[in-house]
């Protein structure tokens, strides 16, 4: 027996109006819609339904891991400085790290990801080969203190993940894991109706070396990736990366050292780029005083371009040549890690003449330079790999013009190789007895993010439309009249429900049947049946939220078509 949801005993507030800080369609409809609550910056409460849709997507990815032969466990979200140590990264997260202190002093932080717990946890539980490989999940909270939460429960400061951690002893079972990992991916935001694309990424923070990541494409998302029309290349606009080649520099004058401008507000760059303030900043390339001096700025409000990195860790530099910069391809960035500028190493593109590259000062903040030449001033192994943002540019694998689109990132897998097993010593006792080191993989799902992401592909302008296994009914009936409607609408809704169909019934006495129709194609539920003027004769009207058809149905035969 399903369960038949009452919407008169539930906890419910639909909402006409969008909320006033809302941007995003997702972050509109979830809270007008009643499912989630704002309870402080980046901070949400998961309502009764909200809740329902989070369990379901939960489901999912739990029996694809299990698949895979995951196994669940839950580790703490209050975690002890000194783990955090051993791998550096209570440092390199900067400010994204909520820190906090027991009443003895003892100093805790709140897990933003914890691949440094699970490699303790293994290190104390497994010593031979024999108990490798394994594969460890736990669906749980995190906690990043992002600069910008933003588009509601899309980018939280408190949010769900699936974390995954995979344990081996030879290369080729890390590739294993890895590989289970991609299917199961592919499976899950397959079943969550979720359309998505793999593409290559950067490890970030994490370090490691093979990372991928699954990006939901729609215009509310923060991430920019390009796919090639014409073969299998994708990637993220922060991994697209060119080979550079050292070229003779003798021809070009020495470095030269150019004064950073004061700091600018997004105002005064905007003005000096005749954009909108209001313009999503990230990929601009910024002049200032005559001089170009770019950065992309994830929509900050003020940016001092020589501590860009306390303001907007992790960001985006970006550097460009030549006088018009925007829209051109011949731009080179680098990245900015949690601690800021130091983390910017040098950068070139292959494709500028020498001689006229900008670079950043690397360790040295406040420092922009030009008439840097790649292998005369720093080495190739010294840079990073070069970024192409704009739409046609050429794919690095087969040079068709390349498309450039926006996508939420709702997961990413990477080989993290010995980095954690290094930082605690990580062995386990090989074949022929001698200690061998663990090799790990981490691999991470965006649970309450993508109830964002679906919000955000499967909307329309009535309101949220779930596909079936997530939605948090199978249908929603709706008693369009009064007292007898409302009592064939709850008989025809135990009947329903004892066939397994999970039922939303809209018996609210006192709200009208215009208010009711309103809040189900809000709610988007995919299937509403009307208990209507009809119903005392026995005949429904089933009507399908995503192509607004309808049709008249007896009682078993709406049963039948909804079992
Ligand atoms: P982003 O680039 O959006 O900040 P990330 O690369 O920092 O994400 P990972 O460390 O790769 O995130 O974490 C794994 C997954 O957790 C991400 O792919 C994303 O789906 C989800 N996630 C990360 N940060 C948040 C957040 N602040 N709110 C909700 N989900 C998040
Ligand atoms: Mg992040
Ligand atoms: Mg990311
Ligand atoms: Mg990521």
Known sequence: ???????????????????????????????????VRRTAAGIWTWLPLGKKVLENITRVVREEMDAIGGQEVLLPALLPKESYDASGRYDEYGDLLFRLKDRKGAEYLLGPTHEEIFTQVVKDQITSYKDLPVILYQIQTKYRDEARPRAGVLRGREFQMKDSYSFDTTDEGLIEAYQLHRAAYIRIFERLGLDHRIVSAVSGAMGGSASEEFLAPAPAGEDTFVDCPACDYAANTEAVTFKATPVDGSAHGPVEELDTPDTPTIETLAAHLGIPASATLKNLLVKVDGEIVAVGVPGDREVDLGKLGEHLAP??????????FVGRPDLVRGYVGPQGLEKVRYIADPRIAPGTAWVTGANKPDTHAKNVVCGRDFEVDDYLDVVVVEAGDPCPKCGTGLKLDRAIEIGHI????????????LDVLGQNGKPVRVTMGSYGIGVSRAVAALAEQTADEQGLCWPREIAPADVHLVAAGKALQTELALEVAEKLGSAGVRVLVDDRAGVSPGVKFTDAELIGVPKILVAGRRSAEGVLELKDRRTGEREELTVDEAIARLT
């Open 1 to 35: 027996m399903a369960q038949v949801q009452r919407m008169s005993r539930l906890m419910i507030k639909t909402l006409r109006d969008d909320p006033a800080d809302a941007e995003t369609l997702n972050h509109k409809l979830l809270v007008r819609a009643g499912y």
């Open 315 to 324: 960001a985006v530099v970006e550097l460009v040549t030549g006088e018009d």
């Open 414 to 425: 990477f080989q993290l190789g010995r980095k954690f097993a290094d930082a605690f010593q």
